[in-house]
């Protein structure tokens, strides 16, 4: 049986995969282009897509024995999972090994924003530090302020547990409120989206991209946040209104943004990179050594899964009715 690989990912998955079955692997550098990843994955039993493939209805009906796509990421807004569903394709993520990771990256983000760490480097770096000064890059405190948290699940809970020990208050929103045990952990305020918006000093972004979700951060919203409000997206792009976040950055209606996400990836809203009120990373939440090779493990245990005649552990939700 075939698996193909759209991306290189980490060896150790693939060594498992291996053992069991003929893996074909992309190594290029260059990404593959849709209609290059319909003739590699044609014939394949399984496939490993990266968050970045176009996974849409035309690929899936290119598939002429696929049992499986196996997401190499926790969100799978790539693929369309109705179309894989009809033809009984599981679809995976791989949720929980990157929690720790992403919420890092997140919390990296607020620092860096909030004490103005990438700005201060090239200042150093560019010879400039001539000594200390009361009012040399002056940032904000996060000890005592809240942060609001839009979507409050894995990693949004995550990064609710570094905010305790930086002394800051939470409020969160989900659709679904959280259990009061979990809300006590977190000493988490349950309120609505515009309550967070107009009371946050920061937001962080950790719901998955879907209809419901695509722009929830609009033009609107943005206008309603505090002057020193500092936003910070490691979920997707589009959850935010890319062009309406860069006029408030630019004309400094609100204090800054961390960004490792972006709304037509990897194009930034032409401007963005000339703020010094941002920071902008590469979509890194995932990145590291642990991370990723706990990954490459996961998606190699469901396609094993699934080429062996069993449920593979992580289908997506909307599939647990069907399968
Ligand atoms: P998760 O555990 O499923 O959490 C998602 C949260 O979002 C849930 O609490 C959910 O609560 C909430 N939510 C869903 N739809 C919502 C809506 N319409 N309005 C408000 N809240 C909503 O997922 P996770 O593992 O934390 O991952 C979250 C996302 O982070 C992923 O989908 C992915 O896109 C992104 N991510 C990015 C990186 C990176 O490299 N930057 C790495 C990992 C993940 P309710 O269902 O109650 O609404
Ligand atoms: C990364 O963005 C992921 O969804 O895993
Ligand atoms: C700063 O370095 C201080 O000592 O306050």
Same mark, same amino acid.
């Given at each position: 049986?075939?698996?193909?690989?759209?991306?290189?990912?980490?060896?150790?998955?693939?060594?498992?995969?291996?053992?069991?079955?003929?893996?074909?692997? =992309?190594?290029?550098? $260059?990404?593959?282009?849709?209609?290059?990843?319909?003739?590699?994955? $044609?014939?394949?039993?399984?496939?490993?897509? /990266?968050?970045?493939?176009?996974?849409?209805?035309?690929?899936?009906?290119?598939?002429?024995?696929?049992?499986?796509?196996?997401?190499?990421?926790?969100?799978?807004?790539?693929?369309? %999972? /109705?179309?894989?569903?009809?033809?009984?394709?599981? %679809?995976?993520?791989?949720?929980?090994?990157?929690?720790?990771?992403?919420?890092?990256?997140?919390?990296?983000?607020?620092?860096?924003?909030?004490?103005? !760490?990438?700005?201060?480097?090239?200042?150093?770096?560019?010879?400039?530090?001539?000594?200390?000064?009361?009012?040399?890059?002056?940032?904000?405190?996060? @000890?005592?302020?809240?942060?609001?948290?839009?979507?409050?699940?894995?990693?949004?809970?995550?990064?609710?547990?570094?905010?305790?020990?930086?002394?800051?208050?939470?409020?969160? @929103?989900?659709?679904?409120?959280?259990?009061?045990?979990?809300?006590?952990?977190?000493?988490? *305020? =349950?309120?609505?989206?515009?309550?967070?918006?107009?009371?946050?000093?920061?937001?962080?972004?950790?719901?998955?991209?879907?209809?419901?979700?695509?722009?929830?951060?609009?033009?609107?919203?943005?206008? $309603?946040? $505090?002057?020193? &409000? !500092?936003? !910070?997206?490691?979920?997707?792009?589009?959850? %935010?209104?890319?062009? &309406?976040?860069?006029?408030?950055?630019?004309?400094?209606?609100?204090?800054?943004?961390?960004?490792?996400?972006?709304?037509?990836?990897? /194009?930034?809203?032409?401007?963005?990179?000339?703020?010094?009120?941002?920071?902008?990373?590469?979509?890194?939440?995932? &990145?590291?050594?642990?991370?990723?090779?706990?990954?490459?493990?996961?998606?190699?245990?469901?396609?094993? #899964?699934?080429?062996?005649?069993?449920?593979? #552990?992580?289908? %997506?939700?909307? *599939?647990?009715?069907?399968?």
């Amino acid at each position: 049986m075939k698996v193909f690989v759209t991306y290189a990912i980490p060896e150790k998955g693939i060594e498992l995969l291996k053992e069991k079955f003929d893996v074909d692997v =992309y190594t290029g550098e $260059k990404f593959l282009t849709k209609s290059e990843l319909i003739e590699r994955a $044609k014939y394949a039993e399984a496939i490993i897509t /990266q968050l970045r493939d176009p996974i849409d209805r035309e690929f899936i009906s290119s598939l002429q024995k696929a049992k499986i796509i196996a997401n190499y990421a926790v969100g799978y807004n790539n693929i369309d %999972v /109705q179309a894989a569903s009809e033809r009984r394709i599981y %679809v995976t993520n791989t949720p929980g090994v990157l929690t720790e990771a992403t919420a890092d990256i997140a919390f990296a983000l607020i620092l860096s924003v909030a004490r103005r !760490i990438v700005e201060s480097d090239k200042f150093v770096r560019e010879g400039k530090f001539i000594g200390w000064k009361p009012k040399l890059f002056l940032g904000y405190d996060l @000890y005592g302020k809240t942060l609001g948290i839009v979507g409050m699940g894995r990693i949004g809970q995550a990064v609710a547990r570094r905010a305790l020990g930086f002394g800051m208050k939470i409020v969160y @929103y989900n659709r679904k409120r959280l259990p009061e045990e979990i809300e006590k952990e977190y000493n988490a *305020q =349950y309120v609505d989206l515009d309550t967070l918006i107009k009371f946050s000093d920061y937001i962080s972004i950790h719901t998955p991209l879907t209809n419901e979700t695509y722009h929830l951060i609009n033009a609107e919203r943005i206008a $309603k946040m $505090k002057p020193n &409000a !500092i936003l !910070i997206n490691t979920a997707r792009g589009p959850v %935010v209104d890319e062009k &309406a976040l860069y006029e408030a950055l630019r004309e400094r209606r609100i204090a800054g943004a961390g960004f490792d996400v972006y709304e037509n990836e990897p /194009q930034l809203t032409p401007g963005l990179e000339k703020l010094d009120n941002v920071v902008l990373l590469p979509h890194i939440g995932s &990145a590291t050594y642990e991370t990723r090779d706990k990954m490459s493990e996961m998606v190699a245990i469901n396609v094993i #899964q699934a080429l062996e005649g069993k449920t593979p #552990q992580n289908i %997506v939700p909307e *599939q647990k009715e069907i399968f």
